[in-house]
């Protein structure tokens, strides 16, 4: 498990009434770059109040087929940086229990859940809600939609993500958080 990042987003509006009494869980997941991916990291952030980025919970996992030179150069994360760590079924019962029956939140939330269905089999959220689409709503004709040109457009303070960059999951899930904070 890796550090999390120490900041509290900014105040914002609470969560709309729809959303109220509805447990959340953020999510960003990084692959091995295999057709399908294997997940090589993970970032679960619970929503069930305010939360602060203690709350985050990342882990490194080893897959059983090597992470590919091009997936590396996205994320950064290289075979050498996972060979000691658990595989998946070492790390599942511990991110199950904090998905389910939670809201699944995510950038490009379709990806991130075909991902952690293939992974978790039977694993079904109530309502998955994507900051892609939602930004994409909200701010329609941005020359660009990936996370990190809506944290730049939104102007996200990111300075809490010590450790942690760009396309790494704990980095990720956080900014993914502020960004949905920010389009409600």
């Given at each position: 498990?890796?550090?999390?990042?120490?900041?509290?987003?900014?105040?914002?509006?609470?969560?709309?009434?729809?959303?109220?009494?509805?447990?959340?869980?953020?999510?960003?997941?990084?692959?091995?770059?295999?057709?399908?991916?294997?997940?090589?990291?993970?970032?679960?952030?619970?929503?069930?109040?305010?939360?602060?980025?203690?709350?985050?919970?990342?882990?490194?996992?080893?897959?059983?087929v090597?992470?590919?030179?091009?997936?590396?150069?996205?994320?950064?994360?290289?075979?050498d940086?996972?060979?000691r760590?658990?595989?998946?079924?070492?790390?599942?019962?511990?991110?199950?229990?904090?998905?389910?029956?939670?809201?699944?939140?995510?950038?490009?939330?379709?990806?991130?859940?075909?991902?952690?269905?293939?992974?978790?089999?039977?694993?079904?959220p109530?309502?998955?809600?994507?900051?892609?689409?939602?930004?994409?709503?909200?701010?329609?004709?941005?020359?660009?939609?990936?996370?990190?040109?809506?944290?730049?457009?939104?102007?996200?303070?990111?300075?809490?993500?010590?450790?942690?960059?760009?396309?790494?999951?704990?980095?990720?899930?956080?900014?993914?958080?502020?960004l949905?904070?920010?389009?409600?």
């Amino acid at each position: 498990m890796t550090t999390p990042p120490t900041a509290a987003p900014p105040p914002a509006a609470p969560l709309p009434a729809v959303l109220e009494g509805h447990p959340l869980v953020v999510v960003d997941v990084e692959g091995n770059g295999g057709r399908p991916p294997q997940i090589v990291e993970i970032a679960v952030l619970p929503v069930d109040g305010p939360v602060t980025a203690h709350d985050l919970r990342s882990w490194l996992v080893r897959p059983s087929v090597p992470i590919t030179p091009f997936a590396r150069r996205i994320h950064g994360i290289g075979n050498d940086d996972v060979e000691r760590k658990p595989r998946w079924h070492g790390v599942s019962h511990e991110i199950q229990p904090v998905l389910t029956g939670r809201t699944l939140v995510a950038h490009n939330a379709g990806t991130e859940y075909r991902v952690l269905s293939a992974h978790l089999p039977g694993w079904q959220p109530p309502l998955v809600l994507d900051t892609l689409t939602l930004a994409k709503h909200v701010w329609p004709g941005l020359p660009g939609y990936g996370l990190d040109a809506l944290v730049a457009h939104a102007d996200l303070d990111t300075t809490g993500t010590d450790g942690q960059r760009p396309h790494r999951a704990g980095y990720d899930t956080w900014c993914a958080w502020l960004l949905f904070r920010t389009l409600l």
